[in-house]
């Protein structure tokens, strides 16, 4: 039987969010090392206009790093073929003619578009890029910042109040 339950939380993201007791804080979680490399040449276009938008959204923050890559090709690639496959059934409608000819059918497309998106979702999630994988993350700058950073400022704050 699997892991139940939700999937634990990352140590940095505990403490961005405000996590204090040292119990429910992991000082050697690994952390990957190693910046986001440059964007795959062999995806296609679509999917690379995508890369440019996650990379240009998230790069500064230092969360994307090199571990990270095969995420961030597969994320960028479902998206660029959920958009494909989702402009085709707009054109082709949900229902189309049998193989008889003669009765209408669930459009086949139906089902790539919705295994499409719910990989979307969950990608998106995983990487930071929904509003609910970013609620309570805070920063005085506004940025993402390291776990140990941040538990220096919680630390240092205990000392002075």
């Given at each position: 039987?699997?892991?139940?339950?939700?999937?634990?939380?990352?140590?940095?993201?505990?403490?961005?969010?405000?996590?204090?007791?040292?119990?429910?804080?992991?000082?050697?979680?690994?952390?990957?090392?190693?910046?986001?490399?440059?964007?795959?040449?062999?995806?296609?276009?679509?999917?690379?206009?995508?890369?440019?938008?996650?990379?240009?959204?998230?790069?500064?923050?230092?969360?994307?790093?090199?571990?990270?890559?095969?995420?961030?090709?597969?994320?960028?690639?479902?998206?660029?073929?959920y958009d494909?496959?989702?402009?085709l059934l707009?054109?082709s409608g949900?229902?189309?003619?049998?193989?008889?000819?003669?009765?209408?059918?669930?459009?086949?497309?139906?089902?790539?578009?919705?295994?499409?998106?719910?990989?979307?979702?969950?990608?998106?999630?995983?990487?930071?890029?929904?509003?609910?994988?970013?609620?309570?993350?805070?920063?005085?700058?506004?940025?993402?910042?390291?776990?140990?950073?941040?538990?220096?400022?919680?630390?240092?704050?205990?000392?002075?109040?």
């Amino acid at each position: 039987m699997g892991r139940r339950g939700p999937p634990p939380t990352p140590t940095a993201l505990k403490l961005l969010r405000g996590e204090t007791r040292p119990s429910r804080i992991n000082r050697h979680e690994p952390q990957p090392v190693g910046e986001l490399g440059p964007m795959p040449p062999d995806i296609s276009p679509e999917a690379q206009a995508v890369w440019r938008h996650v990379v240009g959204t998230l790069g500064h923050t230092g969360v994307l790093r090199a571990a990270d890559s095969d995420i961030v090709r597969i994320y960028c690639q479902t998206v660029a073929r959920y958009d494909k496959t989702s402009r085709l059934l707009d054109a082709s409608g949900p229902l189309i003619t049998g193989a008889r000819g003669r009765e209408l059918v669930k459009n086949p497309l139906h089902q790539v578009v919705r295994d499409d998106a719910m990989l979307v979702r969950s990608l998106a999630g995983e990487l930071g890029l929904t509003p609910a994988a970013r609620v309570g993350l805070h920063d005085a700058n506004g940025r993402a910042t390291s776990a140990s950073t941040i538990l220096e400022r919680l630390q240092a704050r205990r000392r002075t109040g």
